[in-house]
């Protein structure tokens, strides 16, 4: 059986290429992907850094750890998914060569047993090669996280023997996992479908596919309907529900969705003889176009769901600060230079808000549990009366006219960790500890890394204000003009002034770069196994019609007119594909609309152009790139000696 | 040698037996009987030529006969043996042992040389392949310098005569064949009959063969003939002409 898989396997090479590709990069991701986490765990915090550095490197290594392992995850993923629909694929389209096997009195565990070696093979090959090129993979994966920020520069994972041992065994076991479904479908070919054409093999849509794609689009109309009536927050996971579900949902239906997209593109594709014929081939060739649309449907609504729900969060945050935010002019500068903002004439109210180097420890509850925490970030020294008439929302507890003395005010970013009116923290302001009584508790806000606590200026040593960071929102006098009143505090060597409109769409800007450094990472990925997937199907179907080709052009069509016929057919398919990601995407941004109406009044929706404009070119130059290499070669040999070969 | 409507006592021995077979295709109103109570028996050692118009019913005889295809009623026996619902494994350890296919398209593996196709069946059925065997074999039907080719490298005649090779080296006692010699030039279709006579006369297998050449029909032992499911006719040692006679008149 390994002999005849041997051969098959050569025989078949072409179409295995993609799986053998999408193993490699999964063993080679995965593999590098652990080497870097299992150096982030054995990195060492160097001594002799302050507490604030030491909480910023821990929060970077727990970031790119988290990075890391959804890498792992999707990697594995989307492994297995190619791998699954090549075979799935290869098995439709060798059904007669598996019934002439069951016809010479091949038995169904015999057929079972040439698939999986045919997988094995390919999982070796296939994780051979991962696990050669994870060695560079690692080299440039710390790299590109010390690029993005996530790591500090000087890191560099080691080799280890047990890791690049446990990758190969994971691609093995996603060649064989992915071939099992396959395998048991091909075992049920009957003998007699050596001898004809039609029975099951004309089947693209499995009970199973029915009953999950049907399911998931159910739950995705279900999730659409309740994100028109949820939380900014509860609409964000439903968008993020919607996306993955619905993408999953599509692509699982898409031999019903893409023969009905195309019909809406009848118009444009009758208007030619080569045209009419594609439409016929992509009604008709339901199971070769749908494997083409399945990835870029998942690819478009994972990629524009995802970005477009987490932009339009950041634009959100944006509106939310302008609206907390009552001031003329927003100026940031140190705690010393920001001292002299209130003498410029014209200035009415300024609010400094430095941030400080100091610790806060207390205890807080969460989920019924106690805990002991140390923070070190986003403690700010305010005064809180000018504080109180630059920010709008009151405390949802206690009073921020309290904030004198030993006191301290618990700020959006703790906003709902447990904290509680009356209770008490410890200080430590520079090397004097101190005990510091809660007296306010401040609404929470969108934004991710907002403030943590407020502590009054007094606190806080005058030298160690002075050299501290401070934002400053200026009321102006009434009857000044704020433009005016910014010249003069640029001329006086202040800092950036910005108008509080600016400042909040910087700091939407700022949300909206830290989104996409990390999906960068992720979509870079996504990107890369749809194209495999992509390429994968275009070659295979192309291999699977030499044939088909052969007939049309002893009908009478030239080389060059097959070719652009099966060039109308990826064109047509690829819009289909990018058309219903982008339905999902859509579906997934809905509810967001809705919540940012509820939330901040005006539905902000932000469409992700940038990564729209990579992906609609790069889908369609890939698709088209491959089809017509993949046309090409199908059609080198004479068509004469292809009409007469018979199996 | 005769072909036999089967009676209770009936003493030739018989290697497939059709009792009252009906196949019935399609749902309701689309329903099509191909075969129509069909009582038939062929006899061991013996080559029985099935013949009638397009459509007759005579391809779903042969799949019925050979258990490729459920019946929908009667009963199906091969050697004996009642096959009507054996379960899969039954049937596979059949195909390895005891029947044979040829059909119009060769069913070669494309992938596999001629001597590989030859060697299958064996080495599925998980015995040794003594190579020397299946040299002979090929050697027989006169593919001895063609072993390493694969079925794309080869002539459409020679395409068939591996499928028989691959059909006389495992010795099955029942051979079906359905319009073997369809696709060859007549000089290729007398070397493939020729071949499948000595499978009768020295090796005694039984093949039941479906044709639509009177030429053909004449090199069997008898011809049974179909028409809209039903045996019709029957003719015992013909003759080209005799047989070219009966199709005109059932076919007119
Ligand atoms: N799988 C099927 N589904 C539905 N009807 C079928 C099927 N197979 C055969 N038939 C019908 O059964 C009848 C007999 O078909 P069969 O293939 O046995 O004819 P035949 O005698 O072999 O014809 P030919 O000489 O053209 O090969 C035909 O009317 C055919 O349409
Ligand atoms: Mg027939």
Not at chain 1, 44 to 52: E, R
Not at chain 1, 139 to 160: N, R, T
Not at chain 1, 612 to 634: D, H, R
Not at chain 2, 75 to 84: F, P, Q
Request: with cysteine; charged share 15%.
């Amino acid at each position: 059986m390994l002999r005849l898989s041997l051969t098959t396997f050569r025989e078949h090479r072409r179409l295995f290429a993609g799986a053998i590709v999408a193993v490699a990069l999964g063993v080679a991701l995965l593999q590098s992907s652990l080497l870097v986490m299992a150096a982030i765990a054995d990195a060492k915090i160097p001594p002799g850094l302050s507490g604030q550095a030491r909480e910023r490197l821990r929060d970077s290594y727990a970031g790119a750890a988290t990075l890391l392992g959804m890498t792992v995850l999707l990697a594995a993923f989307l492994a297995l998914f190619i791998v699954s629909s090549t075979f799935a694929f290869t098995v439709a389209q060798r059904r007669r060569q598996l019934a002439l096997l069951r016809l010479a009195g091949g038995s169904r565990p015999q057929l079972l047993g040439l698939l999986l070696s045919e997988a094995l093979l390919l999982g070796t090959a296939g994780t051979a090669t991962g696990v050669l090129a994870g060695v560079p993979a690692t080299w440039a994966q710390s790299w590109s996280l010390v690029a993005l920020g996530f790591l500090p520069g000087g890191f560099s994972p080691h080799l280890d023997g047990g890791i690049m041992l446990g990758s190969a065994c994971t691609g093995l076991v996603v060649a064989l996992l992915g071939v099992l479904a396959a395998a048991r479908r091909a075992a049920a070919v009957r003998p007699l479908e050596a001898l004809r054409d039609t029975g099951r093999a004309a089947r693209v849509m499995t009970v199973s596919r029915w009953f999950f794609g049907t399911s998931s689009l159910a739950v995705t109309v279900w999730m659409v309907w309740v994100g028109q009536a949820s939380e900014v927050l509860g609409a964000i996971v439903i968008a993020l529900g919607v996306s993955v579900i619905g993408a999953v949902a599509l692509s699982l239906l898409s031999p019903l969705a893409v023969p009905l997209a195309s019909r809406l593109l009848g118009p444009v594709l009758r208007s030619s003889t080569l045209g009419e014929l594609a439409q016929a081939n992509l009604r008709d060739a339901v199971r070769r176009s749908a494997s083409t649309a399945a990835p870029l449907i998942v690819l478009v609504a994972l990629v524009l769901g995802l970005t477009g729900t987490l932009d339009s969060l950041a634009a959100m945050v944006g509106e939310e600060q302008r609206r907390i935010v009552a001031g003329d002019l927003v100026a940031d500068s140190t705690g010393a230079v920001a001292a002299r903002i209130a003498q410029v004439p014209g200035v009415a109210v300024a609010s400094v808000q430095s941030t400080v180097p100091i610790s806060v420890t207390g205890r807080h509850r969460r989920a019924g549990r106690t805990y002991r925490r140390t923070l070190y970030s986003g403690i700010v020294a305010v005064d809180p009366s000018s504080y109180r008439r630059t920010h709008r929302p009151a405390p949802r507890a206690g009073s921020l006219d309290r904030l004198h003395g030993r006191t301290i005010a618990v700020a959006p970013g703790q906003s709902e960790e447990g904290w509680r009116l009356g209770g008490t923290v410890t200080a430590r302001v520079g090397g004097q500890r101190m005990r510091l009584r809660i007296v306010a508790l401040l609404p929470p806000t969108l934004e991710n890394g907002a403030d943590n606590f407020l502590v009054p200026r007094e606190l806080i040593p005058a030298a160690v204000a002075a050299r501290a960071p401070a934002q400053t929102v200026i009321q102006v006098a009434p009857g000044t003009d704020p433009a005016a009143v910014a010249g003069r505090l640029r001329a006086a060597g202040v800092g950036t002034v910005r108008t509080p409109a600016r400042w909040a769409d910087d700091r939407a800007a700022a949300e909206e770069r830290a989104n996409m450094a990390i999906f960068a990472v992720l979509m870079g990925l996504g990107g890369l196994y749809a194209a495999v997937a992509v390429v994968n199907a275009v070659v295979i179907a192309g291999a699977e019609r030499t044939a088909e080709f052969a007939v049309a052009r002893v009908t009478g069509l030239s080389r060059s007119q097959v070719v652009r016929m099966a060039l109308i057919e990826a064109s047509a398919v690829t819009a289909i594909g990018l058309a219903l990601g982008g339905l999902v995407a859509a579906g997934a941004l809905a509810g967001i609309g809705a919540a940012g109406v509820r939330a901040v009044g005006v539905p902000l929706i932000a469409v992700p152009w940038t990564p729209l404009l990579l992906l609609v070119p790069g889908a369609f130059l890939i698709t088209g790139a491959t089809s017509v290499w993949s046309t090409l070669s199908a059609t080198r040999r004479q068509p004469v000696t292809l009409v007469t070969a018979r199996e | 040698m005769m072909v036999e409507q089967t009676r209770p006592g009936e003493m030739i021995r018989l290697a497939v037996e059709l009792r009252g077979v009906t196949r019935e295709y399609g749902p309701g109103q689309a329903r099509v009987r191909a075969l129509d109570g069909v009582h038939l028996g062929f006899p061991a050692g013996s080559w029985t030529a099935v013949m009638g118009p397009s459509g007759s019913g005579k391809s779903t005889l042969l799949h019925c006969a050979a258990g490729l295809e459920k019946v929908s009623g009667g009963r199906v026996l091969l050697l004996g043996r009642d096959i009507t619902s054996a379960p899969d494994g039954v049937l596979t350890v059949l195909r390895r042992r005891t029947v044979g296919f040829i059909f119009q398209s060769f069913n070669l593996i494309g992938s596999l040389s001629a001597e590989q196709n030859v060697a299958l069946p064996l080495r599925l059925a998980g015995s040794r392949v003594s190579r020397k065997d299946v040299r002979d074999v090929l050697a027989a039907v006169g593919l001895g310098d063609r072993l390493a080719h694969r079925p794309r490298e080869l002539s459409g005649g020679q395409q068939q005569r591996v499928a028989i090779a691959r059909a006389m080296v495992t010795r099955p006692e029942v051979l079906f064949a359905d319009e073997p010699t369809g696709a060859l030039d007549s000089t290729s279709a007398r070397t493939v009959l020729g071949l499948m006579r000595g499978l009768v006369d020295a090796g005694g297998q039984t093949i039941v063969m479906v044709t639509h050449d009177p030429a053909a029909a004449a090199s069997a032992d008898a011809v049974v003939f179909l028409s809209d499911g039903r045996v019709v006719d029957r003719l015992v040692r013909p003759s080209v002409g005799a047989v070219a006679d009966r199709l005109a008149r059932l076919e007119g």
